[in-house]
Each structure stands twice: as structure tokens, then as C-alpha cells.
């Protein structure tokens, strides 16, 4: 717990169907049948406050943000930048950089009374000598209007529904690498009530001590999250000692306590592998919720994100009327949600999986509406809790790396989510996240997933490569990179919205033609992978490390093709560079011909020649014309100015190439162009899919072209004609969020459809949005 993170409310075997998909549907709202859905519309970049175009490294943070009172300005805190920032969003669409507001610390939340901001600022020197303040800012003028001095840390602060009161908890948290890093830490944690009535001059405070209640750590509470009811009523979470209290504001007391609770949870996954793979066939019992986030219903219930800090987290959320009763518990639905969607986070199935970091309540129409803001998984879960102890899903929404808070402004049909994880070099900034309710149909997710036979999700993600079925045209293909440790292939039906991952293959050698493929053999099978005697060949210790157990393989797929006799092309991308010690080669280009049940009839590598001027930056795409397989080469290899693409004849079984004019880079942040996929069109025509490595408004490059072949010569290089930049006709920015780095796959269908896809890295240092995006059938015409 760094700081605080507050929700801060304003007044190709085919699957089965899932009954889960049919609750995603549109929303039949008690106000207006024509009012359906959330989706976003605008992201605000917390780097546009120093530079709107954010050509700038400086690492910054979205965590916590509330909104002034006519909802036309957010104000969030960047701890990192130790400030309050303003943004107008008068024109939803165009949220625009209003400026920032200096402080004496690390602001931990922010709350409105009125025309004010109240930020708790932490101004502690270390986890014992801790202090805080609150910070009273005119939010028009941006001026510090009043200071009130804090006993200790604080983490996260309400205000109530009538502003008459405010209260803040000062969690003094506790040090994760002091010892085993369990409380009791002193100095204790406690909370702050403040009296708001009349102007910040007259406001008075109280200390309220909650030692001596909690049942594990008595002597440390460490209370994590706060909100208020229309009763005064406050809801308190103390997340290591899995225990909620009950605060009655107008008398200063608790008025009711009860621990959270423990919960069993089956079919999940709670295994990391490197590579990763999900299966959702493990259990976990009595694991304590450890809530975070909390957030009232109504006067008589409550919700809370179970998010877990120390022995806990149980991946979903609860509600509990007021006498501490369970009423709803969401067992393994939101990872099971998170696989189908694509945004499951395999390197957290060890800990807390998608973990639900926070949680806000707030009527749109006459409908309550409950949203759990998933911290790993980057997905904000829409419930209808009408009723709530039968909560009904209806979507969910994409969000930034590490959504934290989030805002309700039902006044303008909007919802606010800050998400505070920021990495240039990464592709993702710390952004606010804007969504509106309207009369559009949802928008996201473009893919989900039908059950297996065991009525669990498909797992999927990493989508890196796209083709098309060439009598189906509802009909694509895709595969899995090398994040996952079991090669698998992706049927994906195109007819319905979102589209349907209704078929799963995995890529076996089953009868040893991958296992027999030539390779160097070890004079001494101990050395290590990156010895002299090994980085520049691939060995047979390489090669075993490409085979499962079970015979399926653990290659990098980044290209698929449909086999005109049947079954799969599938372009595996080598590993390494020849010359580079560092990056030894572990692994060859290879060209894996399956039959339609994915298992290895034929494996092809390049010329020796070839492979021996190999560099990291290898196959992508792959497609079949006119009985040869085509290749594209990602980069340029060795001395050579452009990039390959290879021509295999499946007769005569030899290779030829063309070389490919990469465009320049045009991104403010340098970077390099690659190739990214390839595909025929027919006539010796191809369509490429070009890429630069940057995302956001880093982005420049990411465009399709065509050339034409049919007159060239092996060593020719090819002309090429612009069919479609993603960027400038805005198919990429449509979606509301950030542009994507990796625009991976390109497949047009038999009515001349072409669709586009991007690789979520395997929502690893990434949001794991895939968009699937249909460009339409007028492009070739």
C-alpha cells in the first residue's frame, strides 16, 4: 500500500455457450429503453499537463480523482509529482490539461466540498515518524485556502453526501520489508472526523481511536478505505486485519464491526508459469477478502473490493447489509470475465489475480450501478445492483495499466477511471479513462471467448497474427505468441459483436517432425545457453526446450495462414542475433505446416546462408499464393538495408526473396519500422501491415500497403502503394484510448473484408486491450 487508492463518488474443436455472454447484453434501463450501455469516449494522458503532445519522460500519476461540483472539472493526485492536477472537461471528447496545484507531500486522495478540493497529503519522513495534512484548495482559483494538520499518514478521505462532514483515515502503514512484514507496526492507524460546517476557517476535527477492535491486529488497525451513506453512516475497511467498521459521524463513535470474512474459490488458476499458461482447474479455501475498496449501495448495504494485502484477496467482490451479513459474493467470476475477454494476468495467478482494487455505487436513470475497477487485469466490471443481493452483469469497460480510482458523474452520464501506472518506454501513461452512457451499443470487448466442455472460458491473449477462412467470410484464424508455454490456435467467428473465440487448437508434434528437424549437437550438454560454444548455433538443447512433454511446443508464433490443401500455415519467429552475444540463438525461423487439428506434418527453415546473418527481429507475418508460402522478415537482417520477404516454393522447395522499402520513422520518440503481417489478396498482389515500435501519442506508424510481385525477380525490392493509414483515418484513436504499439495482424475475408488486430502482450506491462477492428470492404475496390 504506497498510498491510497479511492473511489470517490459524487450525489478448433467448437466451445459451448456461455449464459455469462447473454447477461453482456444490452441494458434494459427502468428509465429509457434507449439508454444502454457505458463506453468510452476520451482518455486524458496525465503527461499532456507538461507537454500536450507528452514528448516527455517524466513519470507521472493518475490515482485518485473526484470532480467540482457542476462536473465540468476533474482534479486527481499525482503522488509522483507530489500535485493536484485540473482537467477541463467541458467538451467530454476533448478533455484538455487546466493545470496543477503544488503540495507540501504525496497527495493520498482528494474530496469536494463545495467549490473546494480537500487533498489528503501525506508529509510523512518514514513509517514511523509519520504526519499528514489536508490541504483546502479553491478549485477555480487553484489557492490554498487552509491547512489542517493530520496525526499521522493519511491514505483516503469522504466527504458526506450532505457535506457535513468529511472523514479521513490515517492508515500509518505499515512497512512490507520490516521483518515478515506483518503488523502489529506501530505507530497505529486511526481516523480523522471533521466538522465542515460553515467556511475551511470554521471547520473543526476529531481524532477517533479504533485500537482494541479489530480481531487479528488489535493494536493496528490499519485502515485502508472510507466512504459515506445519506445517513452519515461511514463504512471503513481495515484490509490486514480483514475487518470492517461501522462510524456513526454525528456522534463520533463505531457503531458496528464485524469481520470480512473468508471465501473458497474453485476453478481458477494459481499457478505462474514462464512461459505462462492458464488453467483455470485449481482452488483456493478460506482465503480472507481483505478489502480495499468500499462503496455504499444505499443506507442498508454496501459493497467492497476484496482485493487482499496480506494473507488474502479473493478476486472478486462482496456485498454485506449492515449488520455484517454476506448477501452476494462474486466467487470466480471476474477472472473467469478477465479470460474470456482476453485481459487475464497470468503473472499474477500466483498472488490475487485480477485483483479488484476499488469499487463505486452511483444511480444513472433510476438504475444503481455498481463498477470494480480490476488493478491487474485493467477492466472496470458494470453491474446493475437493483437488487443487491442478485447484482446483474452487464459489461465491462477497458481501462488504462492500473486502474485505481474512480468517479461517478451521473449529472453528464459519465465515468471517471484513473489509472496511475506510467512507462514511456513501456507504451503506457498514467491517464483518466472518460465514459458515457448513451444509446450505442458496447463497444468493448471486441473478442470474448465461448466455454470449454468444462463450462470455463477459452483462455486467450497475445493475439499475433490474423488470417482469413477463404470460403467463410465470418470466418478468421489467430494465434498465440510466445507468452504462453503451449502454442495454440484460435478460430474466431465474425458474425456477432463482440466476436466470438470459439475454437482452440493446440500446435503438437505428434509424430516427431519438429523433434527430428536438424540442429547442432552438444559436445557438453551443460553449458549454459549463452556459452561461446552455443550462442551462434541452434542446438539440440534449444530444440528441446521448443517441445512440451506432451508434444506440444512452446514456439513464437506470429504468423498464421489458411493451407490451400487444408489445415495451417504458421510462421514461428526465431530468437537471437548472430554476432551478439548477448542475445544467443535459441531458436531458428520456422514455418510449421499443421493439419486442421494443429498437428506438425512439415517444419521449413531458410537457407543456411540465410540463418547465419539472422538477427532478433524475424518472421511475422505469413501467407500462401499461387503454391508458395510468403514470409515477412520484421527487420532488416545483418548488412542488408531492408527487410526480407521469403518465397518458399512448396514444390520445388527452394526459397527466393524480395526486399521491402521500410518506411522512415516518424515518431517524436525515434524508434524503429517493422513488418507486421502479410497477406495475398490475390494476382500476385499482397497487402502489408507496416508498424513503428511506439504507442500513444508516440504513435506515427501504423499502415497497410500493397505491392505487387508478379513482375519481380528473386533480389528485386518491391514498390509499394499506401492503402490505409490506421492513424490519420482514425480507426485506432475510435476506441477512445491510447494507440496501440503492436498492430499485429491483417486478414481479409472472402467478401473482401479486411480486419485488422493488435497483441496485447499478454496484459504483461500492458492494458491487454485487444481490438479486433473492421475496416470495411471497400478498401481494395
Known amino acids: 500500500m504506497h498510498s491510497m487508492n479511492m473511489f470517490k463518488k459524487t450525489a478448433l474443436a467448437l466451445a459451448i455457450s456461455s449464459p455469462l455472454l447473454l447477461a453482456g447484453c444490452s441494458d434494459d434501463d427502468k428509465d429509457s429503453s434507449s439508454v444502454k450501455n457505458f463506453n468510452r469516449v476520451a482518455t486524458f494522458h496525465v503527461c499532456e499537463q507538461i507537454n500536450t503532445q507528452c514528448n516527455d519522460d517524466t513519470e507521472t500519476v493518475a490515482e485518485i480523482v473526484a470532480a467540482s461540483t457542476d462536473g465540468q472539472t476533474l482534479i486527481y493526485t499525482d503522488s509522483e509529482q507530489e500535485q493536484l492536477g485540473f482537467v477541463d472537461i467541458s467538451t467530454i471528447e476533448s478533455p484538455a490539461a487546466a493545470g496543477t496545484f503544488a503540495l507540501n507531500g504525496e497527495p493520498t486522495s482528494v474530496a469536494i466540498k463545495g467549490e473546494y478540493a480537500l487533498a489528503a497529503v501525506n508529509t510523512s519522513t518514514d513509517y514511523v515518524t509519520v504526519s499528514g495534512e489536508l490541504a483546502v484548495i479553491n478549485i477555480a482559483s487553484k489557492t490554498l485556502v487552509r491547512t489542517i494538520a493530520l496525526g499521522g499518514q493519511p491514505d483516503s478521505i469522504a466527504v458526506s453526501p450532505d457535506s457535513m462532514y468529511a472523514l479521513v483515515i490515517l492508515e500509518n502503514e505499515r512497512d512490507e520489508d520490516l521483518g515478515d512484514g506483518a503488523p502489529p507496526q506501530l505507530p497505529a492507524g486511526e481516523l480523522v472526523i471533521l466538522n465542515l460546517s460553515g467556511e475551511p476557517a470554521d471547520w473543526t476535527s476529531q481524532t477517533l481511536d479504533i485500537t482494541g477492535i479489530a480481531d487479528l491486529y488489535a493494536a493496528d488497525p490499519e485502515p485502508e478505505y472510507v466512504d459515506i451513506n445519506s445517513d452519515n453512516i461511514a463504512v471503513v475497511t481495515l484490509q490486514e486485519n480483514n475487518h470492517i467498521l461501522l462510524v456513526d459521524l454525528e456522534t463520533a463513535t463505531v457503531s458496528a464491526d464485524f469481520s470480512a470474512g473468508t471465501v473458497d474459490l474453485e476453478n481458477i488458476d494459481n499457478t505462474e508459469e514462464d512461459a505462462a499458461i492458464i488453467s483455470l482447474s485449481e482452488s483456493l479455501n478460506d482465503i480472507p477478502r481483505e478489502p480495499d475498496g468500499v462503496s455504499w449501495i444505499d443506507t442498508e448495504y454496501f459493497a467492497t473490493a476484496d482485493e487482499g494485502d496480506l494473507d488474502g484477496g479473493s478476486r472478486g467482490f462482496t456485498i454485506f447489509n449492515k449488520q455484517g451479513e454476506v448477501v452476494y459474493s462474486s466467487g470466480n467470476d471476474l477472472d473467469h470475465m478477465a479470460v474470456r475477454f482476453g485481459h487475464y494476468p497470468d503473472a499474477r495467478s500466483g498472488n490475487k489475480g485480477n485483483e479488484p482494487e476499488n469499487i463505486e455505487v452511483a444511480s444513472f436513470g433510476g438504475t444503481p450501478y455498481l463498477f470494480v475497477n480490476s488493478e491487474r487485469a485493467n477492466l472496470v466490471f458494470v453491474y446493475d445492483v437493483s437488487n443487491p443481493e442478485q447484482p446483474v452483469y452487464k459489461q465491462t469497460l477497458p481501462a488504462g495499466v492500473g486502474p485505481e480510482g474512480g468517479l461517478a458523474i451521473p449529472d453528464r452520464n459519465l465515468l471517471v477511471v484513473a489509472s496511475e501506472k506510467d512507462d514511456r518506454g513501456d507504451k503506457f501513461r498514467a491517464a483518466l479513462n472518460i465514459y458515457q452512457r448513451s444509446s450505442a451499443d458496447a463497444s468493448y470487448p471486441t473478442i470474448e471467448s465461448t466455454n470449454r466442455v468444462d463450462e470455463t472460458p477459452i483462455p486467450w491473449s497475445a493475439l499475433s497474427g490474423l488470417a482469413a477462412s477463404p470460403t467463410d467470410e465470418n470466418m478468421l484464424y489467430s494465434i498465440e505468441d510466445s507468452f504462453y508455454g503451449q502454442s495454440r490456435i484460435f478460430g474466431i467467428d465474425v458474425s456477432t459483436t463482440p466476436a466470438q473465440l470459439n475454437q482452440e487448437v493446440t500446435i503438437k508434434d505428434s509424430n516427431n517432425i519438429f523433434a527430428a528437424i536438424s540442429r547442432s549437437v552438444l559436445a557438453d550438454d551443460s553449458v549454459d545457453a549463452d556459452d561461446a560454444t552455443r550462442v551462434s548455433v541452434f542446438d539440440e538443447a534449444d530444440l528441446a526446450l521448443l517441445i512440451n512433454d506432451d508434444n506440444s511446443v512452446n514456439i513464437d508464433p506470429e504468423g498464421i495462414a489458411v493451407a490451400s490443401d487444408g489445415g495451417f500455415w504458421v510462421a514461428s519467429e526465431g530468437s537471437g542475433t548472430q554476432g551478439d552475444a548477448g542475445r544467443p540463438i535459441n531458436s ?61 516454393n512448396t514444390t520445388s522447395e527452394q526459397w527466393s526473396f524480395f526486399f521491402y522499402p521500410l518506411d522512415t520513422a516518424e515518431s517524436q520518440n525515434g524508434g524503429w519500422v517493422g513488418l507486421s503481417d502479410i497477406t495475398s489478396i490475390g494476382d500476385g498482389k499482397f497487402l502489408m501491415l507496416e508498424r ?55 486478414a481479409v475475408t472472402a467478401d473482401n473484408t479486411v480486419y485488422v488486430v493488435n497483441d496485447n502482450d499478454g496484459v504483461d506491462d500492458s492494458n491487454g486491450e485487444t481490438q479486433l477492428i473492421n475496416l470495411g470492404n471497400d478498401l481494395l475496390n
Not at 622 to 647: C, F, L
Not at 722 to 742: F, H, M, N
Request: net charge negative.
Open 692 to 746: 513503428d515500435n511506439q504507442g500513444g501519442k508516440d504513435a506515427a506508424i501504423k499502415r497497410i500497403y500493397e505491392f505487387d510481385v508478379s513482375a519481380l525477380s528473386d533480389g528485386d525490392t518491391i514498390s509499394k502503394t499506401l492503402v490505409r493509414d490506421l492513424i490519420a483515418e482514425g480507426d485506432l484513436s475510435a476506441p477512445g484510448g491510447a494507440t496501440y504499439e503492436k498492430m499485429e495482424g491483417l
Open 588 to 648: 531458428l525461423n520456422f514455418i510449421f505446416k499443421t493439419d486442421a487439428n494443429g498437428v506438425i506434418e512439415e517444419v521449413i527453415t531458410l537457407p543456411q546462408s540465410v540463418n547465419d546473418i539472422q538477427v532478433r527481429f524475424g518472421f511475422e507475418g505469413i501467407t500462401e499464393y499461387n503454391g508458395s508460402v510468403y514470409v515477412a522478415i520484421q527487420r532488416a537482417w545483418g548488412d542488408e538495408a531492408n527487410p526480407r520477404i521469403g518465397a518458399y
